[in-house]
């Protein structure tokens, strides 16, 4: 069998994205292709379809949606590789490559540029085997705020679990008591469901703190957060004083009573990052929500402070690579390891 790369456009291969999407992901695409090729705020992702020529019918798409990222303060143009899939009779090492390389040919024109994803375990064989390589792994956190389903799975006899989840979960709202003990009454926390220009200088200050990190802005985060059409978000945000500024917030969806985190920044203050965490985890315990996950590319000493508020590592670790459009974009990113923060914003959805 021959096939070929066409490049995609948007309004000229929309049917055959959503058909394509719609057939191998077996979900409704029409919103989200208008949300995310459509109504993009950096513009329309770059796609490249696989065509089959002897049926001259389109079997494959690869996309890169455009996310710029700060590495030591300076934008550098990046993209997300999403939606990569061919459909079932067509699929094998040749085709899946074809479209990687085609992707990574668009990359290297836009020196300096660089790719990110997060492969599922199949397909990030052959990624690395197209040329990306390994950025970091993303540690999947979760804090335990109710016990009694987790008792009730594991012990398999309700009317036990339920007895003993009531001194477990006091012992954890506990610790959480403990925590707002080191809290000063100046401190406030409010639930929005967008961002306005008091984030500003929050975010800026948020890219000096750390050498690789997407870049944030309203604009982004409102289309990202606000209008992603997979979940309702809200926005736990904590504030110094009424007047005062922003000192960090965490956006969220809930799900089946379990939180995941989609986002998350603070002023640089571990202090301030401490209290952020404490009291977001203490409004879900209040509100009954059962767990807290969270799967952010960062540094170590992020993890270990919210291994102290009680957040532990689960199995499961996703690998997150890239591609460089060239040896400078490599040797710039590999200056900085371990000083990455990267959060499921800056993943495709």
């Not at 001194?167 to 709202?173: C, G, Q, T």
């Not at 997150?320 to 900085?336: F, I, N, W």
């Amino acid at each position: 069998m021959t096939y070929s790369i066409v490049l995609g456009n948007v309004v000229a291969h929309k049917s055959i994205v959503i058909s394509l999407l719609e057939k191998n992901f077996d979900i409704p695409n029409s919103a989200r292709f208008s949300w995310i090729y459509e109504n993009h705020p950096a513009g329309p992702p770059l796609f490249s379809l696989l065509r089959h020529e002897e049926s001259k019918k389109f079997v494959g798409i690869r996309a890169l949606f455009p996310r710029n990222i700060l590495i030591e303060g300076r934008p550098v143009t990046a993209f997300i590789a999403g939606d990569f899939v061919v459909d079932k009779d067509h699929r094998s090492l040749v085709t899946a490559r074809m479209l990687i390389k085609a992707a990574a040919a668009q990359c290297r024109t836009m020196d300096p540029c660089i790719i990110l994803a997060v492969p599922n375990d199949k397909s990030g064989l052959v990624i690395l085997r197209s040329g990306f390589k390994i950025l970091a792994s993303s540690p999947v956190m979760v804090c335990v705020l109710r016990t009694g389903r987790y008792l009730r799975r594991t012990l398999g006899k309700r009317v036990l679990a339920n007895l003993l989840a009531i001194p477990l979960d006091a012992a954890l709202r506990l610790r959480l008591v403990y925590f707002s003990l080191l809290e000063s009454s100046q401190y406030l926390h409010e639930i929005i469901s967008h961002f306005d220009e008091r984030f500003e200088s929050l975010w800026a200050n948020m890219g000096k703190g750390f050498s690789f990190i997407g870049q944030r802005d309203n604009l982004y985060l409102n289309w990202r957060i606000g209008e992603c059409p997979e979940g309702r978000n809200q926005i736990f945000t904590l504030l110094c004083g009424r007047e005062g500024p922003v000192l960090g917030y965490v956006s969220y969806s809930i799900s089946k009573g379990r939180a995941s985190v989609t986002d998350l920044a603070f002023d640089g203050d571990w202090k301030n990052f401490r209290i952020l965490m404490s009291r977001f985890c203490r409004y879900h315990s209040q509100l009954g929500t059962e767990s807290i996950t969270l799967s952010f590319v960062c540094c170590d000493s992020l993890i270990q402070h919210l291994k102290k508020m009680g957040f532990m590592v689960r199995g499961g670790m996703k690998q997150v690579m890239y591609y460089p459009s060239s040896e400078q974009v490599d040797a710039a990113v590999y200056l900085h390891a371990g000083d990455w923060y990267l959060t499921p914003v800056d993943n495709d959805v």
